[in-house]
């Protein structure tokens, strides 16, 4: 069984930035993609950047293209979300997904299956 383990939440001013890891533990990572998704208070869980793992294909909610970058350490089995310019829209819950394969979902991306989620870590962007 695989587990993901987040980690690199905090607070941050607005305009700050933040890292967060995903360290795949246990079995050897075998899924197609990793990803990341939040969930703000009162809303629905969305899509925020996804990777293939193993082309390293990436993909982006359009509201954080060029301010995120997503990327992955196959030898670590890690992946890594660098924030930047963060916005208090910003603010959620921080989940890491290993699944796939990846598919446009409207004018967003979604997996066809989740094969494992992390718990979530808080990213808190103050005005």
């Known amino acids: 069984q695989v587990q993901l383990v987040e980690s690199g939440g905090g607070s941050v001013p607005a305009g700050d930035s933040l890292r967060l890891s995903c360290a795949a533990a246990?079995?050897?990572?075998?899924?197609?993609?990793m990803g990341w998704f939040r969930q703000a208070p009162g809303k629905e869980r969305e899509f925020v950047a996804a990777i293939t793992w193993r082309g390293g294909t990436t993909y982006y909610r359009d509201s954080v293209k060029g301010r995120f970058t997503i990327s992955r350490d196959n030898a670590k089995n890690t992946g890594y979300l660098q924030m930047n310019s963060l916005k208090p829209e910003d603010t959620a819950v921080y989940y890491c997904a290993a699944g796939g394969p990846i598919y446009r979902s409207g004018s967003s991306y979604a997996f066809y299956d989740y094969d494992h989620w992390g718990q979530g870590t808080q990213v808190t962007v103050s005005s």
């Open positions: 246990g079995r050897t990572f075998t899924s197609n993609a």
